[in-house]
């Protein structure tokens, strides 16, 4: 009976050091050094290819001998450990993590900048993502409704996004299922459409009268030109 040789994925290389550490199925790092890699694989080693090889106990950890280059790993997802909202003034959310999946730019305001930010991560979480990408921070000045007294409105907005962690693996089925269960949270979300939360003050009010007031005035000119 043929003997099985263990499993992993070059997690990595350096071609002028000539060595790499190999991850083997159960998570265990293997060291191994060119010389090591069978002569047919020598040119295709490199980080995220398959390999297989035999494990060799020694004084400084584990280590691989006769590495056979097999393939190329293929991409998983997994799910983000449930916590806190990522928040990111981009797409790029952390290392080894990916946005999947973005919402429709929402915006919030409030006279407390921390509220905007809690309310625009509810949001988030109210439609089902994990993530606030491409945040835009902005100012302008509220006015109250019986005085003149003025304040400062904190506007915030942001893409709610769907964040997951790729993972290189071996394992087809593994990356099948995952890839299935993504394009199925994606669809129970597409739909959502999350309305923006302004703080109507006074000053608001006048803005969007002013803007009414010269889309009628427009609308009556070209019809008296007419």
Request: glycine share 6%; proline share 4%.
């Given at each position: 009976?043929?003997?099985?040789?263990?499993?992993?994925?070059?997690?990595?290389?350096?071609?002028?050091?000539?060595?790499?550490?190999?991850?083997?199925?159960?998570?265990?790092?293997?060291?191994?050094?060119?010389?090591?890699?069978?002569p047919?694989s020598?040119?295709?080693?490199?980080?995220?290819?398959?390999?297989?090889?035999?494990?060799?106990?020694?004084?400084?950890?584990m280590?691989?001998?006769?590495?056979?280059?097999?393939?190329?790993?293929?991409?998983?997802f997994e799910?983000?450990?449930?916590?806190?909202?990522?928040?990111?003034?981009?797409?790029?959310?952390?290392?080894?993590?990916?946005?999947?999946?973005?919402?429709?730019?929402?915006?919030?305001?409030?006279?407390?900048?921390?509220?905007?930010?809690?309310?625009?991560?509810?949001k988030?979480r109210?439609?089902?993502?994990?993530?606030?990408?491409?945040?835009?921070?902005?100012?302008?000045?509220?006015?109250?409704?019986?005085?003149?007294?003025?304040?400062?409105?904190?506007?915030?907005s942001?893409?709610?996004?769907i964040?997951?962690?790729?993972?290189?693996?071996?394992?087809?089925?593994?990356?099948?299922h995952?890839?299935?269960?993504?394009?199925?949270?994606?669809?129970?979300?597409?739909?959502?459409?999350?309305?923006?939360?302004?703080?109507?003050?006074?000053?608001?009010?006048k803005?969007?009268?002013?803007?009414?007031?010269?889309?009628?005035?427009?609308?009556?000119?070209?019809?008296?030109?007419r």
């Amino acid at each position: 009976m043929e003997r099985k040789m263990p499993t992993g994925i070059v997690k990595s290389y350096s071609s002028q050091k000539s060595y790499g550490f190999i991850r083997g199925e159960d998570g265990q790092s293997f060291f191994f050094h060119i010389s090591q890699v069978l002569p047919e694989s020598k040119r295709r080693i490199s980080s995220g290819c398959v390999v297989s090889f035999d494990e060799k106990p020694t004084p400084k950890g584990m280590a691989a001998e006769n590495v056979e280059v097999k393939g190329e790993a293929v991409e998983a997802f997994e799910d983000i450990p449930e916590g806190e909202i990522i928040v990111s003034k981009s797409d790029a959310c952390g290392r080894g993590n990916r946005v999947v999946h973005k919402l429709a730019r929402v915006c919030v305001e409030d006279r407390d900048p921390n509220a905007a930010m809690a309310l625009l991560k509810h949001k988030a979480r109210e439609a089902g993502c994990n993530a606030v990408v491409n945040l835009q921070r902005d100012r302008r000045t509220g006015e109250a409704w019986t005085t003149r007294y003025k304040y400062t409105i904190h506007v915030m907005s942001a893409e709610p996004a769907i964040v997951k962690r790729v993972v290189k693996t071996t394992d087809m089925e593994k990356a099948e299922h995952s890839r299935r269960a993504v394009e199925s949270e994606i669809s129970d979300v597409s739909d959502v459409k999350l309305e923006d939360a302004p703080v109507w003050d006074a000053g608001g009010i006048k803005m969007v009268f002013n803007i009414v007031a010269f889309i009628a005035a427009a609308i009556f000119f070209v019809s008296y030109v007419r």
